[in-house]
């Protein structure tokens, strides 16, 4: 494995009055993205009192995992997986280290009990012990091979709940269809050993994001809605998982009360799961988590974050931000942007992908686009 280093000359975190400008610049392989996320940063929008900057220059950078020594795992949609380190502790990563390659869609990460998960299309495996061996990564344990070959959503997002088990999404292998298989589609768990497979939940076009929320601990997730009807229909959706064997609608339903042209027919959305929250359409809304932390306003805590990748298939772009969907007594009261800057008219120079809170109460931000994470800190 090789590892590559950055070597931040200057760490700014800017941005009074909601405006973030300059970033670390780096040398060596990764300085194209870093030089992209650098040039642009000051163009990130916030509220009052929070500040971005860069955190690390990581080559296609998307979901995130974290380990108790503080190592930032990132998953990504080519071939990579990878590792940073703030050595220092000053909220700048210090080392990116490639911990594997040559995998297939590596997209999902996940740690528990001192071990590195990596979900690739069709297979999750297992790096024991990997925060003693970043320079030297043991070989991996295969937990579990025999999912779907599928490629079209086939990428996952992967996260342990406070069972103990791996859950792990299944998605549509299409835009819009009904397969028999019944762990398309789906949300299923198994146990940390790849044992126990079982679906949870049904009905679920493309999740790339779930977490649970710490007053409840009941499960909630982003799902992408269908294409091909529309500028603005259907919403993605914010969901919540009350009980096993639900059903969220796809592809019958969708957003609680659209009926599918196609598979609708004798499927009313009454029987379904209606969303807790309808977002925008087509904003592509995949990693989401729970604010925990004790850094940013009271306000806050509880409180939804989510990473809207960005639009493709609309007449004018949506998405391309970070949104809040704030809750009250256990259900949202309002959906608001949150940072936005990474799309001008119809030029989008980055898209953030996945949101995860660090020890301190920062949130850090992935960006596949520009190949950046971003460390997000609030300060009066």
């Known amino acids: 494995m090789r590892v590559r280093r950055l070597l931040p000359l200057l760490a700014i975190a800017l941005a009074t009055c909601g405006r973030a ?119 991996p344990t295969v937990v579990i091979d025999t999912l779907p070959t599928d490629r079209s959503h086939g990428w996952k997002f992967i996260a342990f709940g406070p069972d103990g088990l791996l859950y792990v999404p299944i998605g549509a292998p299409c835009n819009l269809c009904d397969r028999p298989d019944p762990r398309y589609a789906s949300i299923s768990r198994l146990k940390p050993d790849g044992s126990g497979f079982e ?13 649970w929320n710490p007053a409840t601990g009941q499960l909630w997730f982003t799902d992408n809605g269908r294409d091909m009807l529309g500028d603005d229909v259907p919403p993605d959706e914010l969901n919540r998982v009350t009980k096993k064997g639900e059903h969220f609608g796809y592809p019958y339903c969708h957003g609680g009360d659209i009926s599918d042209p196609e598979f609708g027919k004798g499927h009313p959305c009454s029987d379904y799961v209606a969303p807790m929250q309808k977002l925008g359409a087509h904003v592509a809304a995949i990693g989401m988590r729970f604010y925990r932390g004790s850094m940013f306003p009271a306000e806050y805590k509880g409180q939804i974050f989510i990473a809207e990748h960005g639009s493709w298939n609309r007449s004018s772009k949506s998405g391309y931000r970070v949104t809040l969907v704030r809750l009250k007594d256990g259900a949202p009261v309002s959906y608001e942007p949150f940072i936005q800057g990474w799309l001008s008219g119809e030029q989008d120079w980055g898209r953030p992908v996945d949101v995860m809170e660090m020890p301190d109460g920062a949130l850090l931000v992935s960006d596949d686009k520009a190949g950046a994470l971003y460390r997000l800190t609030y300060s009066k």
Request: proline share 8%; aromatic share 6%.
């Open 21 to 139: 400008k300059g970033a670390p610049p780096a040398t060596g392989p990764t300085a194209p993205a870093t030089s992209t996320a650098a040039a642009h940063l000051g163009n990130l929008t916030l509220p009052p009192g929070f500040h971005i900057a860069l955190y690390a220059s990581v080559p296609g950078a998307r979901s995130l995992a974290r380990g108790p020594k503080g190592t930032v795992f990132v998953g990504t949609q080519g071939s990579n997986v990878y590792a940073v380190r703030d050595r220092d502790g000053d909220g700048v990563g210090d080392d990116v280290i490639t911990l594997a390659s040559g995998l297939n869609t590596p997209n999902g990460v996940a740690f528990h009990d001192g071990a590195l998960y990596v979900a690739e299309v069709s297979r999750i495996t297992r790096y024991d012990g990997i925060e003693e061996h970043l320079d030297a990564p043991p070989r």
């Open 199 to 211: 679906v949870l939940v049904r009905g679920v076009r493309n999740t790339v994001g779930f977490d």
